[in-house]
């Protein structure tokens, strides 16, 4: 099982940056874990935004050049951090984990709560 919580969200203008964090715990993690956002606009189907392991990390062609995507190994912790915000970023973001690869969906098993990213225009 593993754990994950979010911070980081909340209401912005257009062209404004955030950084969302996400720390994970449990028997289940591992360092060589994959750690990834994905998103959920109102209407739409979830999408993967970024995703980071030992083997690289992947980043969506919408948030490529905006969004960067790092981590802390020793304290179990991803960054999503989001420059030049557009109103169509607005989704609840939600961490993920699992066995990967990043560039794949389905290769996150375990979700936190999700945060929600608002951006006016």
């Known amino acids: 099982q593993v754990q994950l919580a979010e911070s980081g969200g909340g209401l912005v203008q257009a062209g404004d940056s955030l950084r969302l964090s996400c720390t994970a715990s449990?028997?289940?993690?591992?360092?060589?874990?994959?750690m990834g956002w994905i998103r959920q606009a109102p209407g739409k189907e979830r999408a993967l935004v970024a995703g980071?392991?030992?083997?690289?990390?992947y980043y969506a062609d919408s948030v490529k050049g905006r969004f960067t995507i790092s981590r802390d190994n020793a304290n179990n912790t991803a960054y999503l951090q989001m420059n030049n915000l557009k109103p169509e970023d607005t989704a609840v973001y939600y961490c993920?984990?699992?066995?990967?690869?990043?560039?794949w969906g389905k290769g996150y098993t375990s979700w936190g709560q999700g945060t929600q990213v608002t951006v006016s225009s």
């Open positions: 993920a984990a699992g066995p990967g690869p990043v560039n």
């Open positions: 449990g028997r289940a993690f591992s360092r060589t874990s994959a």
């Open positions: 980071i392991s030992w083997r690289g990390t």
